[in-house]
């Protein structure tokens, strides 16, 4: 049985974290941290968790958490990267749902997140967390940089393309629609009920720092420069996630075969037929994402869709923790969509 910490429990990844794990057969949980909520039981601030969790929340100082196989560490950036060695060190396994390990360069980093990387050679070791895409990396690593919600949408979409070189590599546009869930559990004027309700609204157009994120994978992935214009929105429902991808083609051959062919092996990809789109409510609550591609002429639509706080973020994050331990990748993870 695989013994699970998670230092930052209180929020929506946290919390799906132990809503997933609870049903997985060869996970416990046995240490959820909380500052704020060191010493309370976590039945008493989550009544939902009832009958299942028989637990109070610790601080990420206590000792408890050096009894455990695997920390998942779902805080905001800047927390893990000054946090985990003292875990490594203790052979303690890491997945951190933040940002602090996905972007290689510590300057780029730096830029974009407003405050200098602590811990470059930790850094250059870490292995980012996308299965579909380094999945043998994953099997060996022992500190994991769970991807952003936005590039796993966006990458899944593209990687056939790129790995084929069948695309303009400098002209692809992602437009993107998620729910409010993304902006996290934190107290936000933005995000409050009547700010967002019956409204649909673009923010960080083309510098959202998921950007770097992605265009770093889609590089690696095609073996050549990749760029791409990101406009982020928000849409009033509380989680989802819609890419829509537009690309020129560079080659006339059946986009369709294509990616039924490239992920007839990924469990949790599913091609949809060329006459069905994807919508949010069809992966609502699952860690799969479905996609669907048009065409006309030499121009490309593919859209992806995710559930953003599972396969954007805690489902990934349990993907990568069985591929760790040498486990099936979808145990814990087969749950089907909610039905309308």
């Given at each position: 049985m695989i013994k699970v910490g998670i230092i930052g429990s209180t929020g929506y990844t946290g919390l799906e974290l132990i809503r997933l794990l609870h049903n997985h057969p060869n996970a416990k949980i046995i240490a959820l941290c909380s500052r704020i909520n060191a010493k309370k039981s976590v039945i008493k601030e989550f009544p939902s968790l009832i009958g299942y969790i028989d637990l109070d929340f610790i601080t990420p100082n206590e000792k408890k958490l050096f009894e455990c196989d695997i920390i998942f560490f779902a805080t905001p950036h800047g927390v893990a990267m000054n946090s985990v060695s003292k875990f490594l060190n203790k052979d303690i396994k890491i997945i951190d749902l933040g940002a602090d390990f996905r972007i290689k360069d510590s300057t780029e980093w730096s830029k974009w997140y407003g405050m200098p990387h602590t811990q470059c050679d930790l850094l250059k070791n870490a292995v980012y967390g996308l299965p579909e895409v380094y999945n043998s990396q994953i099997k060996n690593a022992t500190l994991i940089a769970n991807p952003g919600c936005y590039p796993t949408a966006i990458i899944l979409a593209l990687k056939p393309l790129l790995e084929t070189n069948i695309i303009n590599t400098k002209s692809i546009i992602a437009d993107c629609k998620s729910g409010v869930s993304g902006a996290g559990r934190s107290t936000n004027i933005a995000t409050l009920f009547c700010e967002i309700n019956e409204s649909l609204k673009p923010y960080n157009v083309n510098q959202h720092r998921h950007k770097p994120e992605a265009q770093q994978v889609l590089t690696d992935i095609a073996g050549k420069e990749v760029n791409f214009f990101f406009t982020p929105h928000l849409v009033p429902m509380t989680r989802g996630m819609l890419a829509s991808i537009y690309v020129d083609l560079t080659k006339d051959i059946n986009v369709q075969k294509l990616f039924e062919k490239h992920y007839q092996n990924n469990r949790f990809i599913h091609i949809l037929p060329t006459n069905i789109y994807p919508q949010t409510k069809s992966v609502k609550g699952t860690n799969n994402c479905h996609i669907s591609i048009q065409?006309?002429?030499?121009?490309?639509?593919?859209?992806?869709v995710i559930d953003n706080i599972i396969?954007?973020?805690?489902?990934?994050?349990?993907?990568?923790?069985?591929l760790m331990f040498g486990l099936d990748e979808g145990l814990g993870l087969e749950q089907i969509g909610l039905l309308p």
């Amino acid at each position: 049985m695989i013994k699970v910490g998670i230092i930052g429990s209180t929020g929506y990844t946290g919390l799906e974290l132990i809503r997933l794990l609870h049903n997985h057969p060869n996970a416990k949980i046995i240490a959820l941290c909380s500052r704020i909520n060191a010493k309370k039981s976590v039945i008493k601030e989550f009544p939902s968790l009832i009958g299942y969790i028989d637990l109070d929340f610790i601080t990420p100082n206590e000792k408890k958490l050096f009894e455990c196989d695997i920390i998942f560490f779902a805080t905001p950036h800047g927390v893990a990267m000054n946090s985990v060695s003292k875990f490594l060190n203790k052979d303690i396994k890491i997945i951190d749902l933040g940002a602090d390990f996905r972007i290689k360069d510590s300057t780029e980093w730096s830029k974009w997140y407003g405050m200098p990387h602590t811990q470059c050679d930790l850094l250059k070791n870490a292995v980012y967390g996308l299965p579909e895409v380094y999945n043998s990396q994953i099997k060996n690593a022992t500190l994991i940089a769970n991807p952003g919600c936005y590039p796993t949408a966006i990458i899944l979409a593209l990687k056939p393309l790129l790995e084929t070189n069948i695309i303009n590599t400098k002209s692809i546009i992602a437009d993107c629609k998620s729910g409010v869930s993304g902006a996290g559990r934190s107290t936000n004027i933005a995000t409050l009920f009547c700010e967002i309700n019956e409204s649909l609204k673009p923010y960080n157009v083309n510098q959202h720092r998921h950007k770097p994120e992605a265009q770093q994978v889609l590089t690696d992935i095609a073996g050549k420069e990749v760029n791409f214009f990101f406009t982020p929105h928000l849409v009033p429902m509380t989680r989802g996630m819609l890419a829509s991808i537009y690309v020129d083609l560079t080659k006339d051959i059946n986009v369709q075969k294509l990616f039924e062919k490239h992920y007839q092996n990924n469990r949790f990809i599913h091609i949809l037929p060329t006459n069905i789109y994807p919508q949010t409510k069809s992966v609502k609550g699952t860690n799969n994402c479905h996609i669907s591609i048009q065409k006309s002429n030499n121009k490309l639509i593919i859209m992806s869709v995710i559930d953003n706080i599972i396969k954007g973020a805690s489902g990934q994050a349990i993907q990568n923790m069985n591929l760790m331990f040498g486990l099936d990748e979808g145990l814990g993870l087969e749950q089907i969509g909610l039905l309308p």
